[in-house]
């Protein structure tokens, strides 16, 4: 069976890439290595920002509206990183692109790469309904996209 390739948040394959120099490691995704050519890739890090960085959360909104420079990514000191969210996501469409990716599985509440909610953007354990900058961008260019949940 020929294998499909799926692009997939690094940190779920354990790469250390999170925020804090920590990975999300998701078993049940390391299972689609079996019949799947699975590609990390960690936005934050494309668009420029350090391993470890201070914790970031949208403010004000979704990454829909990051993207329609409605609203910004700010990290916990108050800095904005909004241009580099969206770099990353920029970057992350081409890797997807280059190698014709079809698929997204993005970490759970991640200001980048969750599917379906985020955190507040008051750094508390709250979330909303949408969805992080670089899935966002995904499923607006046809890339389908899914949750480490699903
Ligand atoms: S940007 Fe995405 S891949 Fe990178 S650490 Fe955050 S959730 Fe993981």
Do not use: Y
């Not at 936005?43 to 959360?57: A, K, Y």
């Not at 970490?107 to 985020?118: D, L, V, Y």
């Amino acid at each position: 069976m020929k294998k499909t390739m799926k692009l997939v948040s690094a940190c779920l394959l354990g790469i250390k890439c999170r925020w804090d120099g920590e990975s999300n490691k998701n078993s049940k995704v390391m299972k689609f290595l079996d019949n799947e050519i699975l590609i990390p890739v960690c936005p934050e890090q494309l668009g420029g920002l350090p391993t470890p960085r201070p914790r970031q959360e949208i403010k004000g909104g979704t990454g829909k509206d990051v993207l329609e420079k409605k609203a910004k990514v700010l990290n916990e000191n108050g800095e904005d990183v909004t241009e580099a969210f969206i770099k990353g996501a920029e970057e992350t469409l081409k890797i997807a692109r280059f190698l014709g990716a079809d698929e997204f599985i993005g970490t759970s509440h991640s200001p980048s790469c969750s599917c379906f909610e985020i955190k507040d953007g008051t750094f508390s354990v709250r979330v909303i309904k949408g969805r992080g900058v670089t899935a966002e961008l995904l499923k607006q260019n046809g890339i389908k996209i899914k949750s480490e949940d699903e």
